[in-house]
Structure formats: structure tokens, C-alpha cells
């Protein structure tokens, strides 16, 4: 197993456009969870799942922000009508919810995204 | 509000000493927290997790204590070297698993 995958690494977008990122978890792991991170801060939750069910969303996730997980496999992060202030790090983990290292989150590289 | 701070932006300390760094919170009571490192470009590592009903954790050079009363960890590195050069995260479990609160991180340098 490689861990959790992320795609692409870096995301160049104009103002206005749609972005989609892409993560792949460890594949017995049940539990996925979205970040974003700007410079100098730590990773700000954005919406957590279980297996196929969205069961959290941050009150930072507007209405343009829409995740997915179907059949509770990778997961999608789609980004609508971009802004200049969605530039940002968007970081993926999942986690198992049994076994000695439950609640701990294996966090994948990272798509870095800059809108211009 | 709810705020969870970490000691300082950044930490200088010399190769072979213990860093010492601090994770306070405030209007949270986390079920567990945990420590992260992070290096640049990179995703946050899993260090340790300390629950709410435990004073202090071990894992080799790595520490970490859990005060409720007073809302704060403290993360210490013994014997640092270079290597340990990273930013470290303290992260607030707030439901189980379901949902995290990080803080804005301590950048170490451990110098040679």
C-alpha cells in the first residue's frame, strides 16, 4: 500500500473556472477527511466522511465547495467559480475507525492550488 | 471563541537540547489531541495522541502531556538534532475522530 494519494500535486486556474481535485485513500481505511492550508497556518477542516456518507462539513465550505465519495472509495473535491482566496493547499487523510491506530490520520501530499 | 494557540511561530534551539513546545486551547474540550509534523511540501506525519484521561505519553525521544485543567500540551523533543528541523502541529480530536481542530503550528530549527 502507497498511502493516501492525492491528484494532481498543483492546480493553476484562472479566476471564474472550476477545479476538481482527487484523493485516494488507504484502501481499508473508512474514514476521509479534507483540509485546506494557507502559509503559516494549520490545516482547516473542511468535511469529513464515512465511507460513502458526508457526515461533517465546515462552515467554510460555501455553497461553490462540493465533495463526494461514491461508493465510499476516493473522493472528489470540486472547487466552483474559483477565487483568488481559494488559493491554498487542499490536503486529504483518511483514517481507520478500528484497531490500535484509530483517529489517527494518514494525510496525503497535497494539491497546491493557485487561481491567478 | 474557540482558539487553540501554539507557544511561538518558530523555535531556535541548539543541537542536543530538549525543545519544548506548548499547544493551548480555549472553549474546547477534546476527546483527544494529537501531534503532527509537517514538512514543507509535504502532508502532516501522525507523532503521538494523548487522550483526555491520560497525564503523558512516550515514544522514544518524543513526550507529550495532557493538561485538562489547564487546557494545554506540552510536546517535548530530547536530545534534538537537525533532523527534527520541522513544523510540528498539535490537532484537537473534538468528536471521536469525526472532526479535528490543528493549530497554526511551531516552526523548529534545531541547529547544529
Known amino acids: 500500500d502507497t498511502g493516501v494519494s492525492q491528484d494532481p500535486r498543483h492546480k493553476i486556474t484562472k479566476r471564474g473556472q472550476n477545479v476538481t481535485f482527487r484523493c485516494d485513500p488507504i484502501?481499508?481505511?473508512?474514514?476521509l477527511y479534507w483540509y485546506r492550508q494557507t502559509l503559516g497556518q494549520g490545516p482547516e477542516f473542511l468535511t469529513y466522511?464515512?465511507?460513502?456518507?458526508?457526515?461533517?462539513k465546515s462552515r467554510l465550505l460555501s455553497d461553490r465547495f462540493s465533495a463526494e465519495r461514491p461508493k465510499g472509495s476516493f473522493s472528489t473535491l470540486e472547487i466552483q467559480r474559483t477565487e483568488q482566496g481559494d488559493s491554498a493547499m487542499y490536503l486529504c487523510?483518511?483514517?481507520?475507525?478500528?484497531?490500535?491506530?484509530?483517529?489517527?490520520?494518514?494525510f496525503g501530499a497535497g494539491t497546491r492550488l493557485s487561481v491567478l | 471563541s474557540q482558539k487553540i494557540e501554539q507557544n511561538s511561530e518558530a523555535l531556535n534551539i541548539q543541537e542536543g537540547k530538549t525543545a519544548t513546545l506548548t499547544c493551548n486551547y480555549t472553549?474546547?474540550?477534546?476527546?483527544?489531541l494529537q501531534w503532527y509534523r509537517q514538512d514543507p511540501g509535504r502532508g502532516p506525519v501522525f507523532l503521538l495522541l494523548?487522550?483526555?484521561?491520560?497525564k503523558e505519553k512516550r515514544k522514544e525521544r518524543l513526550k507529550v502531556t495532557f493538561d485538562t485543567t489547564l487546557k494545554q500540551s506540552l510536546f517535548h523533543i530530547t536530545a534534538s538534532q537537525p533532523a527534527d528541523s520541522a513544523t510540528y502541529l498539535c490537532?484537537?480530536?473534538?468528536?471521536?475522530?469525526?472532526?479535528?481542530?490543528f493549530g497554526p503550528g511551531t516552526r523548529l530549527s534545531v541547529l547544529p
Open positions: 487523510a483518511s483514517s481507520p475507525t478500528g484497531g490500535t491506530v484509530k483517529n489517527i490520520q494518514y
Open positions: 494523548i487522550r483526555e484521561n491520560e
Open positions: 466522511f464515512q465511507n460513502e456518507a458526508q457526515l461533517e
Open positions: 490537532a484537537l480530536d473534538m468528536n471521536y475522530g469525526q472532526n479535528f481542530v
Open positions: 472553549n474546547y474540550s477534546p476527546a483527544y
Open positions: 484502501s481499508e481505511h473508512n474514514r
